[in-house]
């Protein structure tokens, strides 16, 4: 079945970029070979998402980096899935450690963004994942299934996990340079699918697609494109970086 779950490689370009630093990156996916069996998506800061969709191949995807949970109101600094359906981009990611972590997003609010943003039409990134003392005293399964319900429980129809992509993110190694064993991202991985055969349903299991994220380079990304649960990936810093493409190429 790992072989009929597509590979998935997202950049997010988190708060950074100016139309002058986008274009070569966007050269670079639109020029270079990339494999065509990997599906590739960039998250543009909002500002830039327009931009980065007109300019960007329509092959490769756009996605926003975090919206709100209704379509519109007095929400000041805030987007909806309905606007970002408007200018053409199809994407989003929710509930990324840094929302959690540095803006307090609670379960309950990523969730509510997930029913709102599968409502609109979206396709959608969640992201799970523990920090470095909840990995050291054993609670890993324990926060990422707590964060995994609450966004489950928010998928309202079966056929609504075809545009979910859940990415798995361990805080620890987001941006620090440590990055997951293969084998500890396949342990994991592994069981997110388990969960997902028993919460959720074994087609759904078997289909959905789990992307690792922390500190995925071209050095490491061969490897842990090897591991039978890891469907892809969800790159930070170096999807600003040429290197991006030899990322979207692991599988080649």
């Excluded at 990997?38 to 191949?57: C, F, G, H, I, W």
């Excluded at 919206?67 to 408007?86: N, Q």
């Excluded at 922390?214 to 290197?243: H, I, R």
Aim: glycine fraction near 8%; proline fraction near 4%.
């Amino acid at each position: 079945m790992a072989d009929q779950r597509k590979f998935f490689v997202g950049g997010n370009w988190k708060m950074n970029g100016s139309k002058s630093s986008i274009d070569p990156i966007i050269k670079d996916l639109n020029e270079k070979g990339l494999n065509p069996k990997t599906e590739v998506v960039v998250a543009a800061p909002s500002l830039y998402l327009a931009y980065t969709r007109e300019k960007l191949d329509k092959k490769l995807g756009v996605a926003a980096q975090n919206c709100y949970k209704v379509e519109k109101g007095a929400f000041t600094g805030e987007i909806s899935p309905a606007m970002i359906k408007d200018i053409g981009v199809q994407w989003v990611i929710l509930g990324h450690s840094e929302r959690r972590h540095v803006f307090g997003e609670s379960n309950t609010l990523i969730g509510e963004k997930v029913a709102h943003a599968l409502a609109g039409g979206l396709h959608i990134l969640p992201c799970i994942g523990e920090k470095l003392e909840e990995r050291e005293t054993n609670r890993t399964e324990e926060v990422c299934f707590s964060q995994l319900q609450q966004i489950a429980d928010n998928v309202k129809n079966a056929a609504d996990w075809s545009r979910v992509v859940i990415a798995y993110e361990p805080v620890w190694a987001i941006g620090t340079g440590k990055v997951a064993t293969p084998a500890q991202a396949q342990d994991i991985h592994h069981s997110i699918r388990q969960w997902l055969d028993k919460q959720v349903s074994p087609i759904v299991a078997k289909s959905v697609r789990i992307l690792y994220g922390g500190s995925v380079t071209a050095e490491n990304c061969k490897e842990l494109a090897t591991q039978p649960d890891v469907d892809g990936f969800l790159v930070g810093g170096a999807s600003l970086k040429p290197e991006f493409i030899n990322i979207i190429n692991a599988r080649q």
